[in-house]
């Protein structure tokens, strides 16, 4: 089993990327949720664990939040206790105004369009101060017990039906430069150490431990997080509790971009922009 957070689809799950179904693109601004969506919604305090040394919301800290909220939003939706099973194949995160340590914030969560095992989720994350992070996720669904992507339930699908237009949605990366290999001035390499903490129950690294590798590299590029910026972030292949990661970052006038290595396998990656 993989908790919602699990970030390591199998060779199976790769079928998604060649069913004729439309292709969902990241808008450069994303939706608001529809008058006629009633959103999932909940919140809870800010605390100092999830914040930077600036009090702000990290990204890792993010990410634990859309997995919580997943998993409390599963709770109230029919047949939720048979849908507990997601991979994480994209994250948006637009932090249009940094959150701080001791705000309260709402979650707000709805899905924005779906397949039959898939679909992507938006989540508007609101600061009792004004912080505002807007992010949109795209997961697929898991069976249990086989671990291949599996259809969902009539009675889990009836309610994201009702409030998305788009039911044949299919993935495709928007991240898709590959790894540098030459040396380059641009380009920087250096070890992520894992820890126990960092794996789950399938010994793969949880997809919020991407986002702290993430927080390491942006420390070197404070001007990225002065203002407005997005973070867009897509997990390939799954990093076990043996390999070694290497982050290899490279940073251009207009992102920072940011391989997951094991050797010379690229396993995720990210791309940091201003707003």
Partial sequence: ???????????????????????????????????????????????????????????????RYLQDVGYDHLEVLDDGDIHRVWVVRRTVIDVLKPIQF???????????AMSTRWC??????????????????FLIHFDTESGVPTRMSDRFMEPMMACTTEHRIRWKAALTDPMPVDPDPDVRTRSFPLRVTDIDLLDHVNNAVYLTALEE??????????????????????????EDVSLVARRTDSSLDVWFAVAADSRAVARVTAR
């Fill in 1 to 63: 089993m993989a908790p919602l957070g699990h970030n390591s689809p199998s060779a199976r799950a790769q079928s998604a990327n060649s069913w004729h179904y439309p292709v969902m693109v990241i808008p450069s601004v994303l939706p608001e949720c529809p008058a006629r969506v009633t959103p999932f919604e909940t919140g809870w305090l800010v605390r100092l664990a999830d914040t930077d040394g600036d009090q702000r919301l990290r990204l890792d800290g993010v990410a």
């Fill in 102 to 112: 001791g705000e309260r914030v709402v979650l707000r969560r709805w899905p924005s």
């Fill in 120 to 137: 992507t989720m938006r989540v508007q994350v609101f600061g009792s101060g004004g912080g505002l992070v807007d992010t949109e996720g």
């Fill in 217 to 242: 590299v942006l420390s070197e590029h404070a001007e990225l997080k002065s203002g407005p910026h997005r973070v867009v972030i897509e997990y390939g292949k799954p990093v076990r509790s043996c």
